[in-house]
């Protein structure tokens, strides 16, 4: 197996603990519309989801409303739901562990709240690259971002890892035989399993 040289983050759910912000989101284009509010399975889809399949899936027992409801989303300003989302408190603790030793990137299915998220929490500095559903023809759990990010860094999936939480994060690692770190999901089939950032540095694959 190749050094490593490349980790790949998921923001929602690894990053950040973004659920009620998401179910506050969703929940208030459902509101607006005059329908009931998500059950678990749809909160657990929105979680891991872009936004285009999500809203598609949250109203797609009223398929009619589907270009309303994005016509609506895309005018308001989202930034009080960034409000509710919980940055990990060892995240930054983690990304110092890594520069500059690493290449540092991000694989999210977030869109335009990506910018925000970022500049709020002052992130940018510890990442190389950040790719969103906006920046790729097929968001995950395609494997396009994650092929995006190896082309510019040069580098081969055996040369990265990938900290994802959900299905979609396997199916995304999956596309491109890349090696995944399953965080605070100890049922996720993956190479490694954590709790917390600072679990991963122990990992054997850090230590080679």
Do not use: W
Not at 9 to 35: I, P, Q, T, W
Not at 93 to 112: D, G, H, V, W
Not at 164 to 180: C, F, I, K
């Amino acid at each position: 197996m190749a050094v490593l040289k490349l980790v790949i983050f998921d923001c929602d759910g690894v990053m950040f603990d973004s659920k009620d912000a998401n179910r506050k989101y969703y929940n208030h284009l459902l509101e607006k519309f005059g329908y009931p509010l998500m059950d678990v399975q749809e909160e657990d889809y929105v979680h891991s989801h872009n936004v285009l399949a999500s809203v598609a899936y949250i109203f797609r027992k009223h398929p009619h409303e589907i270009d309303r409801v994005n016509t609506y989303r895309q005018s308001f300003d989202y930034t009080p739901f960034l409000d509710f989302m919980r940055i990990e408190p060892d995240l930054k603790e983690f990304l110092r562990f890594l520069k500059p030793q690493f290449y540092t990137a991000i694989s999210t299915n977030r869109s335009t709240t990506m910018d925000a998220v970022m500049k709020m929490h002052e992130l940018d500095q510890y990442f190389d690259l950040v790719v969103t559903s906006l920046d790729v023809q097929e968001p995950k759990p395609h494997a396009e971002a994650l092929l995006k990010i190896l082309n510019h860094f040069q580098l081969s999936a055996d040369e990265a890892v990938y900290i994802g939480d959900s299905l979609v994060d396997r199916e995304h690692t999956a596309g491109v035989s890349m090696r995944l770190i399953s965080f605070k999901n100890p049922q996720l089939p993956a190479d490694f399993h954590v709790n917390s950032f600072l679990d991963i540095p122990r990992l054997p694959i850090f230590q080679e």
